[in-house]
């Protein structure tokens, strides 16, 4: 195999582990990302479950205030009720019995309300319920998630340090002048840097090079750049199928 042929299946390997390895950077960025969705998610379950914390402490609050109030009134009723067996005239019995009734009609009042604030207790404590197991499943998705992204990533990572080996074999075998044309091509086209030319016909920019071009690339003698797109082009006979294919 002449040397031309050796750097440019050279190129050819260097483009293809460039490629991968963009594709890999990109993975291993992308994948701290992939959880946003669900920890997004559990931050507006525990903001749903402080607002009906909130609420619940406030109601709590109501009810204990409510169920004092019942207990002290309660208190006053039974000792007029005490007092209505010492009473020695009518108008202190009408009297006492005066307070009782607005006691009871107050407390009644206040049970009615504390029966609405247990009512509102219990839901807010079933809505808590469910986004607690909400929160949970949440939880236990991420869990999943991490250590099959952990997996994925440390298998990228390994991919990473091999592809890392044949670059570096690769630009060993490749002149730097060369090289760093490549590497000046890569910086400002998109990806293929080095192309196949078909029939005359340039696949990077899929335009027709030069007659002489042309002949100097079926030659392969030199490395030839397309002189409309500047990419590298080698001819496509100078490959089996089964290395362009692998090329693409």
Same mark, same amino acid.
């Given at each position: 195999?002449?040397?031309?042929?050796?750097?440019?299946?050279?190129?050819?390997?260097?483009?293809?582990?460039?490629?991968?390895? #963009?594709?890999?950077?990109?993975?291993?960025?992308?994948?701290?990302?992939?959880? @946003?969705?669900?920890?997004?998610?559990?931050?507006?379950?525990?903001?749903?479950?402080?607002?009906? *914390?909130?609420?619940?402490?406030?109601?709590?609050?109501?009810?204990? @205030?409510?169920?004092? +109030?019942?207990?002290?009134?309660?208190?006053?009723?039974?000792?007029?009720?005490?007092?209505?067996?010492?009473?020695?005239?009518?108008?202190?019995?009408?009297?006492?019995?005066?307070?009782?009734?607005?006691?009871?009609?107050?407390?009644?009042?206040?049970?009615?309300?504390?029966?609405?604030? #247990?009512? &509102?207790?219990?839901?807010?404590?079933?809505?808590?319920? !469910?986004?607690?197991? &909400?929160?949970?499943?949440?939880?236990?998705?991420?869990?999943?998630? *991490?250590?099959?992204?952990?997996?994925? #990533?440390?298998?990228?990572?390994?991919?990473?340090?091999?592809?890392?080996?044949?670059?570096?074999?690769?630009? @060993?075998?490749?002149?730097?002048?060369?090289? +760093?044309?490549?590497? =000046?091509?890569?910086?400002?086209?998109?990806? $293929?840097?080095?192309?196949? !030319?078909?029939?005359?016909?340039?696949?990077?920019?899929?335009?027709?090079?030069?007659?002489?071009?042309?002949?100097?690339? *079926?030659?392969?003698?030199?490395?030839?750049?397309? $002189?409309?797109? *500047?990419?590298?082009?080698?001819?496509? @006979?100078? =490959?089996?199928?089964?290395?362009?294919?692998?090329?693409?």
């Amino acid at each position: 195999m002449s040397l031309y042929m050796e750097q440019i299946e050279q190129l050819v390997v260097l483009q293809r582990v460039d490629s991968e390895i #963009l594709s890999l950077e990109k993975a291993l960025q992308a994948a701290p990302h992939q959880l @946003k969705e669900l920890e997004k998610r559990l931050q507006y379950l525990q903001e749903q479950e402080g607002i009906i *914390q909130e609420k619940l402490d406030i109601i709590l609050e109501q009810k204990h @205030k409510l169920e004092a +109030e019942i207990d002290a009134d309660d208190q006053l009723i039974k000792k007029n009720k005490n007092k209505l067996l010492q009473v020695e005239n009518t108008k202190e019995y009408h009297a006492i019995m005066r307070d009782m009734d607005a006691l009871e009609k107050t407390n009644r009042q206040r049970k009615e309300e504390l029966d609405t604030i #247990l009512a &509102d207790i219990h839901e807010l404590e079933d809505r808590k319920a !469910v986004l607690g197991k &909400d929160m949970q499943e949440v939880r236990a998705r991420m869990e999943e998630q *991490q250590a099959q992204l952990d997996a994925k #990533l440390q298998e990228k990572r390994e991919r990473m340090g091999k592809l890392l080996q044949e670059k570096e074999r690769a630009t @060993k075998a490749i002149p730097q002048p060369i090289l +760093e044309r490549y590497n =000046f091509i890569r910086q400002r086209l998109e990806s $293929p840097v080095i192309v196949p !030319v078909r029939e005359g016909i340039c696949l990077g920019c899929h335009i027709a090079i030069p007659p002489q071009n042309y002949i100097d690339l *079926q030659k392969g003698e030199q490395i030839v750049s397309c $002189p409309n797109c *500047q990419r590298i082009m080698y001819w496509d @006979k100078h =490959f089996s199928p089964r290395e362009e294919s692998a090329e693409a």
